[in-house]
């Protein structure tokens, strides 16, 4: 079943490790059917090497495995709560990306220093605050603290990224660690200077109206 859907959510979780994003097996990509409402997930514990499109697990909204041989993400919990509270998101993203988690690790969020964080993220990378792993509770504090952004840094963890699209949610975790990237080493080299509100919500409309092809696709 969701031949397609599985198919893409296995696409974007090997693009996990060919982005630089995880190690070992830490990581994981889900998306929804918004036809059925079922989440596609990665199994638990598989290195992703050995990941097939076939291995990705099918959920409920409620955590019932409806198809799969292996154990969901551990992590499919928080994922869920994600989809049951914010129905303009089919496609969430975890990782412990180095730069990003660099910044979970003492709690601070990205400011807005680059046009790319005004564009892609607002005003900021928000930090979320620690929750214990395994349960929903992650997944809750999510919801609470990201706002209207694509990316949170979850404090002494990593990084949840959400989109319209499992797709969308992958580039916004790409996005989100090539900006830390950049903002830890600007901290290295002097202090950097965060831009207005009003440069920020322009960049932001600017990069929404006028960036990439005339089509539409960005
Ligand atoms: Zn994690």
Redesign the pocket.
């Given at each position: 079943m969701l031949e397609v859907l599985k198919n893409e959510v296995y696409k974007m979780n090997m693009e996990l490790p060919r982005n630089g994003l995880v190690y070992w097996t830490?990581g994981n990509v889900s998306g929804r059917d918004v036809v059925s409402n079922l989440i596609v997930i990665k199994p638990s514990g598989i290195k992703y090497e050995e990941l097939k499109p076939e291995d990705m697990v099918v959920v409920d909204l409620d955590g019932k495995v409806i198809e799969g041989d292996l154990e969901p993400s551990s992590?499919t919990a928080s994922h869920l709560y994600i989809y049951r509270h914010r129905p303009d998101v089919n496609g969430v993203v975890?990782t412990?990306s180095y730069y990003a988690t660099a910044f979970a690790a003492v709690g601070k969020p990205i400011p807005a220093c680059l046009t790319a964080v005004a564009e892609n993220f607002g005003k900021e990378i928000p930090i979320g605050a620690y929750a214990p792993?395994g349960g929903e509770a992650i997944g809750a504090e999510v919801v609470r603290s990201i706002g209207d952004c694509s990316a949170i840094i979850m404090k002494n963890?990593?990084v949840f990224t959400i989109g319209s699209s499992p797709e969308n949610a992958l580039k916004a975790a790409v996005l989100a660690e090539g900006v830390s990237k950049t903002y830890l080493l600007s901290l290295l080299v002097g202090d950097p200077e965060i831009l207005s509100d009003e440069d920020i919500l322009e960049h932001k409309n600017w990069y929404k109206t006028s960036y990439g092809q005339k089509t539409g696709s960005h």
């Amino acid at each position: 079943m969701l031949e397609v859907l599985k198919n893409e959510v296995y696409k974007m979780n090997m693009e996990l490790p060919r982005n630089g994003l995880v190690y070992w097996t830490s990581g994981n990509v889900s998306g929804r059917d918004v036809v059925s409402n079922l989440i596609v997930i990665k199994p638990s514990g598989i290195k992703y090497e050995e990941l097939k499109p076939e291995d990705m697990v099918v959920v409920d909204l409620d955590g019932k495995v409806i198809e799969g041989d292996l154990e969901p993400s551990s992590d499919t919990a928080s994922h869920l709560y994600i989809y049951r509270h914010r129905p303009d998101v089919n496609g969430v993203v975890h990782t412990h990306s180095y730069y990003a988690t660099a910044f979970a690790a003492v709690g601070k969020p990205i400011p807005a220093c680059l046009t790319a964080v005004a564009e892609n993220f607002g005003k900021e990378i928000p930090i979320g605050a620690y929750a214990p792993i395994g349960g929903e509770a992650i997944g809750a504090e999510v919801v609470r603290s990201i706002g209207d952004c694509s990316a949170i840094i979850m404090k002494n963890h990593g990084v949840f990224t959400i989109g319209s699209s499992p797709e969308n949610a992958l580039k916004a975790a790409v996005l989100a660690e090539g900006v830390s990237k950049t903002y830890l080493l600007s901290l290295l080299v002097g202090d950097p200077e965060i831009l207005s509100d009003e440069d920020i919500l322009e960049h932001k409309n600017w990069y929404k109206t006028s960036y990439g092809q005339k089509t539409g696709s960005h």
